[in-house]
């Protein structure tokens, strides 16, 4: 087993006809029935994005980091868990999108043999119509998770499909970079409060590097080209060597952590420099989520993210 995978639960069931759901129960005592693993992107704004070049895409979203008492975001840190996007969109407003998630991550963990089957039924289901109507197939098994599906499910791979993913667990990006992934397997690393040393030596390689920034991307970030990463997720088409520039959406927008680069010019003292005369000028004094923090956020987009002066 890997050490990443998630551990078989005591009593898991045998039930592996993937043409049939299982069932699971929730820790309230709720039962589910688990029938699709697979969300298309007309079900997420942002995969719907890739259809303008021509890729469908399927997407699974478990429930992240231990949400669901297992762990399935090894490499996660707390500012990455406290910005997750699994609160962003829907999932935010629907209470019933978070339970089919935990539902999900319970169907792989208690029923993980017929998970694998139902996971290749869908992929096969997706590549077919995507052909008869003339897209390409993408697929991303990693929305909200980063679990080594390569190492977990190998067999998912050969479908006819580009297969991409962000990861924050090293052993990962380095299997990547050395090519030891298959070959329709692409992974962008990514940046969090923490492994700043990481992301610069895997860009040197060759590897993309995803950022997170409050204020308008930079035209370059660390000495490599930044690419609009909300344009669409395809990240398998980006050059190698660049950083993937994401918007911060949802919780991300109040973090200060870290997670969130809030100005790619700011230094680590949270001051900011007036333009040329290198004189600080400090932000105000605010209760982190206060109303005059997201003010003065929102003056700061206004204002094309240079300081207010």
């Not at 344009?231 to 994401?246: E, I, S, T």
Request: proline letters at 8%; a positive charge.
């Amino acid at each position: 087993m890997s050490r990443l995978s998630l551990p078989l639960a005591p009593g898991a069931a045998s039930h592996t006809d993937p043409r049939q759901p299982v069932v699971v129960t929730l820790p309230d005592g709720e039962t589910l029935a688990v029938k699709q693993l697979l969300d298309v992107d007309a079900h997420n704004p942002k995969l719907a994005k890739s259809l303008a070049r021509g890729y469908r895409t399927a997407g699974l979203s478990l429930l992240p980091a231990r949400l669901s008492g297992v762990n399935v975001c090894p490499g996660s840190s707390p500012g990455c868990r406290a910005a997750c996007l699994n609160t962003a969109g829907h999932g935010g407003v629907f209470p019933a999108i978070h339970r089919r998630r935990l539902a999900k991550t319970l169907a792989w963990r208690k029923h993980r043999g017929w998970f694998a089957a139902r996971l290749d039924l869908e992929l096969s289901r997706f590549v077919r119509r995507c052909r008869e109507e003339g897209y390409r197939p993408a697929v991303r098994l990693n929305v909200l998770s980063d679990l080594p599906w390569e190492d977990l499910v190998p067999t998912v791979f050969r479908h006819d499909a580009r297969y991409y993913d962000y990861s924050a667990v090293r052993t990962r990006m380095e299997r990547f970079l050395r090519q030891e992934f298959p070959a329709n397997y692409s992974l962008c690393w990514s940046r969090k409060e923490d492994n700043e040393g990481a992301c610069k030596r895997f860009l040197a390689r060759g590897g993309t590097v995803s950022v997170v920034f409050a204020g308008p991307k930079p035209a370059r970030f660390w000495g490599h080209p930044v690419v609009d990463g909300d344009a669409d997720d395809l990240r398998f088409l980006d050059p190698p060597g660049v950083v993937v520039g994401l918007s911060a959406k949802g919780k991300a927008r109040r973090d200060r952590t870290g997670f969130v680069v809030r100005d790619a010019a700011w230094p680590r003292t949270g001051r900011r420099h007036r333009p040329g005369d290198g004189k600080p000028v400090r932000r105000p004094t605010a209760r982190v989520g206060s109303r005059v923090e997201e003010v003065y956020e929102e003056r700061l987009h206004k204002n094309d993210g240079r300081p207010l002066l």
